[in-house]
Structures are given as C-alpha cells and as structure tokens.
C-alpha cells in the first residue's frame, strides 16, 4: 500500500505528487490531469477538496430538490 509522500504517473499522462493513504490521494498534494491543469489543494479519500466545490455541489444538490 503507498502511504506517506510519493509520486504516481498513470498510463493516462495525468500524475498526483503528495501525501497518500492507504493507496489514495490524502492530504495536501498537486494532481495534473490529462488536459494539463494542476489541481492543488487537499485530497481526501481519492478526490479533490475545495471551498469552491463543495459549494458547487450543495447548489446542485439544492437545484436537484427543487426540480
């Protein structure tokens, strides 16, 4: 299991550089997609944190009950 700082490149071109446990992304790190963009910020549990997301998330969720 990859735990603690490293580097992955997938097969894809896109890499994670940053803190991992239990074989994903956790903590502070940089993912790079495929179109090149730089994602840094905090990762927990294998996906990207962020203010700006989780408000995109609740506004989509409000909308869905809405509808």
């Keep these: ?15 994670y550089e940053g803190q991992w446990e239990k074989n994903l992304m956790s903590g502070e790190g940089t993912y ?3 179109d090149g963009v730089k994602w840094t910020g905090i990762f927990v549990n ?3 944190e962020s203010k700006i997301q989780k408000k995109l998330i609740a506004e989509k969720e409000l909308q869905d009950r809405i509808n």
């Design 32 to 34: 790079i997609d495929i």
């Design 46 to 48: 294998g996906t990207f």
């Design 1 to 15: 299991m990859i735990h603690g700082a490293g580097k992955m490149v997938y097969a894809d071109g896109t890499s």
